[in-house]
């Protein structure tokens, strides 16, 4: 989330000298189909029954580093009139930096200010109902992970991103609308998978 925007000119300093490589847009394109995936699935049950109860040192444990999370910059209606400000005052800069330095969130500061809004109680409700889930392969969005505080360039190639999608609001019936879901994306570590993503399609 884009914090303390008032201190902007010098934050921004900062992050261009130490924030992640060139990460890409994650693209809209549906995931296609996971194969059965228990290593995945035994981890995302965890994920979830840790949310549930609200056991923020599990949450952590489960993280990566950081949580690529674009939509935590404008997660509050006075964070969207400061990054609307922002844009208008770096009007050359303000795309590169949202999907470069501002959207990678310190895990810590991830669950403290984003989570709540994230997991309301409806997302809670359906975190273990299997026909809210859908696990998806995440690959073909990989380089949208590669930062400093997630993958590294160097190990861009070998690792693997996996998202689980649940649906929060029900597709309308006769193709009227297409509902949403919030995608929650894992990157597997060698201490197993670790929640680092979050977004919503569409």
């Not at 209606?77 to 770096?90: I, L, P, S, V």
């Given at each position: 989330?884009?914090?303390?925007?008032?201190l902007l000119p010098a934050v921004v300093m900062v992050l261009l000298g130490n924030g992640p490589g060139h990460p890409k847009k994650l693209s809209t394109r549906p995931p296609a189909e996971s194969t059965l995936n228990p290593e995945l699935h035994r981890a995302w049950t965890q994920f979830a029954?840790?949310?549930?109860?609200?056991?923020?040192?599990?949450?952590?444990?489960?993280?990566?580093?950081?949580?690529?999370?674009?939509?935590?910059?404008?997660?509050?209606?006075?964070?969207?009139?400061?990054?609307?400000?922002?844009?208008?005052?770096?009007?050359?800069?303000?795309?590169?930096?949202?999907?470069?330095?501002?959207?990678?969130?310190?895990?810590?500061?991830?669950?403290?200010?984003?989570?709540?809004?994230?997991?309301?109680?409806?997302?809670?409700?359906?975190?273990?109902?299997?026909?809210?889930?859908?696990?998806?392969?995440?690959?073909?969005?990989?380089?949208?992970?590669?930062?400093?505080?997630?993958?590294?360039?160097?190990?861009?190639?070998?690792?693997?991103?996996?998202?689980?999608?649940?649906?929060?609001?029900?597709?309308?019936?006769?193709?009227?609308?297409?509902?949403?879901?919030?995608?929650?994306?894992?990157?597997?570590?060698?201490?197993?998978?670790?929640?680092?993503?979050?977004?919503?399609?569409?």
């Amino acid at each position: 989330m884009l914090r303390s925007l008032h201190l902007l000119p010098a934050v921004v300093m900062v992050l261009l000298g130490n924030g992640p490589g060139h990460p890409k847009k994650l693209s809209t394109r549906p995931p296609a189909e996971s194969t059965l995936n228990p290593e995945l699935h035994r981890a995302w049950t965890q994920f979830a029954q840790a949310v549930r109860a609200n056991d923020l040192p599990a949450l952590r444990q489960l993280s990566a580093a950081c949580i690529q999370c674009t939509d935590c910059v404008t997660n509050t209606a006075a964070e969207e009139t400061a990054f609307e400000t922002y844009k208008d005052q770096n009007p050359n800069t303000w795309y590169d930096e949202l999907f470069d330095s501002f959207s990678f969130i310190p895990a810590d500061a991830f669950w403290r200010k984003d989570g709540p809004l994230i997991f309301d109680a409806k997302t809670k409700s359906r975190l273990l109902n299997p026909a809210k889930l859908r696990f998806a392969a995440n690959d073909h969005n990989k380089a949208g992970y590669v930062a400093p505080c997630l993958i590294l360039p160097a190990q861009a190639a070998s690792s693997h991103v996996d998202e689980v999608l649940l649906t929060y609001i029900e597709p309308y019936p006769s193709g009227q609308g297409e509902g949403m879901q919030k995608a929650f994306a894992f990157v597997k570590t060698k201490q197993g998978y670790k929640f680092c993503g979050y977004s919503t399609i569409p």
